[in-house]
């Protein structure tokens, strides 16, 4: 484990190089958001790739680029792109992102993702505020050496989505007007969909949205003690909901048809944090 802190640290030594000011808040923008990024004044981008240690981003509507910069006048590091387990990174690469801006001193972490609706009252384009999650990943990032200078051997997640910064998030939805659902993520490994007894399942057990991503990096993240809000844009409803093929295709369009209010909103936020 000793290894893995030293990859953190010259990860974070190459980014602290790079940068004027280290930023306050983290974002990570799942599928199709990244257009959040554009949004940054003063801008200095760093390519995953020319980070030491830092997996690459794969899949479709994910940059693979940091953008450190100011939105609302605050200082920002995001994320335009993340990692899968499904990629075949292990869930200790998924997370490596986390420590790294844990370490250069974050304390609060923005992630969003692009999420199938469960619940059948949601629609795709709504927004969702993720309150809880279920792990059914089946594997943990904290599995293993515990990284003692972030954080305890057992860590408590529950309010692993920060209370104080969901209502953060519900009063800017209501200054402008935006209607926000609430509800649990699930996260399942992918690529594949899920099918429509997996959904169904899913649904009895209190799922509202079901994704590939976002769980292990806020177990990492409230294992080193930041706070979080998390939200989904449901892109698409899960298998068997709708009687219609699932596509990434749909995912990337739906967030696009989306993307003002999305900016809108996550702005809001950043500017009452």
Known sequence: MVKLNEMIIEAKKYIESNLVDIPDIGMILGSGLGVLGDEATNKNVIDYSNIPNFPVSTIEGHKGRFIFGEIANRKVAIMQGR???YEGYSMKEVV???WVM???GIKKLIVTNAAGGVNTDFVPGDLMLINDHINFMGQNPLIGSN????GTRFPDMSNAYSSSMRDIAKKASA????QLKEGVYVSMTGPAYETPAEIKMARILGADAVGMSTVPEVIAANHAGMDVIGISCI????AGVLDKPLSHDEVIRT???VKDKFIKLVMAIIKRM
């Open 83 to 85: 990692f899968h387990y």
């Open 96 to 98: 490596f992102p986390i």
């Open 102 to 104: 844990r370490a250069l």
């Open 147 to 150: 990284l003692h200078d972030f």
């Open 175 to 178: 200054d402008l007007n935006i």
């Open 235 to 238: 892109t698409n409803m899960a």
């Open 255 to 257: 967030a696009d048809e």
